[in-house]
């Protein structure tokens, strides 16, 4: 299972992911779209990769808005899973 990072740390993780913003125990993105339907289609993608990694964000939808929250709920802080996943969610936004 994965451990927690150190708080030392996650300045230099964060590098890795500069859209994403640090928030006490979770890392966070806001994703804008054109129109409800491509904020959709950009949930769904995130699902199967989320299924892939078997590690699920938060998700809140606003229209053409998707807030994405990354934490290890069970370890009560961010470890490598949320990392390696806003990873590859990044990638679904390019």
Request: aromatic residues 8%; hydrophobic residues 35%.
């Amino acid at each position: 299972m994965a451990e927690l990072i150190k708080a030392d740390q996650l300045k230099t993780r964060l590098k890795k992911i500069p859209e994403w913003e640090l928030e006490k125990k979770h890392i966070e993105r806001t994703f804008e779209f054109d129109d409800f339907s491509e904020s959709i289609d950009f949930v769904n993608a995130v699902a199967e990769v989320s299924e892939d990694e078997e590690h699920h964000p938060d998700m809140d939808i606003r229209y053409n808005k998707v807030r994405l929250l990354l934490s290890t709920h069970s370890k009560g802080g961010l470890t490598d899973l949320d990392f390696a996943l806003a990873e590859r969610i990044d990638t679904l936004s390019e």
